[in-house]
């Protein structure tokens, strides 16, 4: 036997029982994307490795350690599957000068690309769905994202999470910060890990963001920066703090919370869950008021936030939230190859309607396979797909199916001109026959009935 191929550790299959989640939720941040203006914009997966290089920052631990990057053959380039989507909507964003007539509300959705060791809510291959607003200064954009999500996370009907909130300021204010902080762990080395020394000289505000239990103390007692924005700064956050107050937004102040890219000034935030062990993060987000000049664009406010499809839906399951699979309304019963072509117009006629139909098929093994030279006794000399199955098991297909009709093309009933409309749940009628010459009357009619609002 031929030794079957896998996939690639850390990044997964979606099958169709689990699809269909999927396919809820993104059409569920469509509408809330719609509802605020948000257009969506698709960029490549893969990218330049110097937009994320420039981009995210050298010394941050995506470059340093997760990208996944390589070398096109055939020209030489350095690429680099996207660790995450920001700095790629601003290229594009840079490239097509898309802020020539003025600011854009934009969002995005697809997969990303971190060398991770796997865990329950994070995959090498994981999914982001994302807004940014580019273009705008404002703090009322920093809370306009903030209640875009915070609006999802209700809608989806999800609990415990909870909204952290804190300041970057502007590059003057951390580099006075971040001079306090190398004063500060150079007094404290001995108690710092292996990273944060590296870091130490590099990047000092990612010690911040260490997930080492053994360095919390230290990193608790540490400057705060919130103590070295200025008057402009703090205007600026305590006017988004207004906003959210004002909607009913509840939010904790987290003089910690840096992020986990170089590009974001003033307000960061991030929504997290007790519930996904280590994996507490669903979505985080701020301003980033430089990264646009930064990748060779004119200087332009912006800010947005992601969240991350699989942690996401794993809380949605947690908490027996969501949608369950689709029925197809119909399921049609065909006993005989000879009704075959007739039922298979009738089911066009059907979908054009708006109904979703399924027809009984025969299932078996492939016919590339060689022929036997003799049929053994008591077996069909047809081929498996010739045989359609007995009536009484596409009935047992079509109950299987959960569809609240069958709708069955018996011989008798074709040669009449109609067709069985059998109903197989309560509560929706009783069997009917259906005329072949106005398929479109009553299968509108059917539709109706069975989405009477119109869902």
């Given at each position: ?18 699809a ?10 469509r ?18 490795s ?7 920052g ?6 340093e ?31 097509h000068?898309?802020l ?6 934009l969002?995005y ?5 971190r ?39 209700q ?24 001079q306090?902080?190398?004063a ?12 944060s ?7 000092p ?6 997930k ?32 959210l ?13 840096v992020r ?9 935030f ?18 980033y008021?430089?990264l646009i000049?930064?990748l060779?664009?004119k200087?332009?406010?912006a ?70 030279a ?6 069909s ?7 359609l199955?007995s009536?009484k ?26 067709v ?29 009935e069975l ?5």
């Amino acid at each position: 036997m031929t030794e079957k191929i896998t996939a690639v550790k850390g990044m997964n299959d979606i099958l169709p029982q689990d699809a269909y989640l999927w396919e809820w939720l993104e059409a569920r941040v469509r509408d809330l994307m719609q509802s605020f203006a948000y257009q969506n914009l698709r960029t490549p997966i893969v990218e330049p490795s110097a937009l994320f290089v420039r981009g995210l920052g050298e010394v941050t631990d995506i470059v340093e350690k997760e990208m996944y990057s390589f070398e096109d053959r055939l020209n030489g380039e350095q690429l680099t599957l996207r660790p995450e989507a920001t700095a790629g909507v601003v290229r594009a964003v840079v490239q097509h000068n898309l802020l020539y007539d003025g600011p854009k509300r934009l969002y995005y959705t697809g997969p990303m690309f971190r060398h991770e060791r796997p865990q329950r809510g994070r995959y090498r291959q994981f999914h982001q769905m994302g807004a940014e607003a580019l273009g705008f200064a404002g703090p009322q954009l920093d809370a306009e994202l903030i209640l875009m999500a915070h609006g999802l996370w209700q809608s989806l009907g999800l609990q415990g999470v909870t909204l952290e909130l804190n300041s970057l300021g502007q590059p003057q204010e951390r580099q006075q910060h971040r001079q306090a902080l190398v004063a500060y762990f150079e007094l404290h080395q001995a108690g710092l890990d292996e990273d944060s020394v590296r870091r130490l000289r590099t990047n000092p505000l990612r010690i911040l963001d260490t997930k080492n239990p053994q360095m919390q103390d230290l990193v608790n007692a540490a400057p705060r920066l919130i103590d070295f924005l200025g008057a402009d700064s703090m205007a600026h956050f305590e006017a988004v703090q207004a906003v959210l107050s004002a909607n009913g937004v509840a939010y904790r102040l987290n003089p910690r919370l840096v992020r986990g890219m170089d590009y974001y000034n003033l307000t960061v935030f991030e929504f997290v869950t007790d519930q996904l062990g280590s994996q507490g993060t669903i979505c985080g987000g701020g301003r980033y008021d430089y990264l646009i000049e930064q990748l060779g664009g004119k200087p332009a406010p912006a800010v947005g936030w992601a969240f991350g499809v699989e942690r996401v839906l794993e809380l949605i399951k947690s908490q027996g939230l969501g949608a369950h699979p689709q029925a197809p309304d119909v399921y049609a019963v065909v006993p005989e190859m000879a009704q075959l072509p007739l039922a298979m117009k009738t089911l066009g006629a059907l979908r054009a309607q708006g109904l979703n139909v399924q027809m009984h098929s025969p299932g078996g093994q492939s016919s590339s396979g060689p022929t036997p030279a003799t049929t053994p006794v008591g077996q069909s000399s047809e081929p498996a797909w010739m045989q359609l199955g007995s009536m009484k098991s596409q009935i047992k297909k079509a109950d299987a199916s959960l569809a609240p009709f069958a709708l069955i093309f018996g011989a008798e009933e074709v040669l009449a001109g109609q067709v069985t409309l059998k109903a197989l749940r309560d509560g929706v009628g009783e069997q009917r026959k259906m005329p072949l010459g106005d398929v479109a009357t009553w299968a509108k009619a059917l539709q109706c009935e069975l989405r009477p609002t119109g869902g």
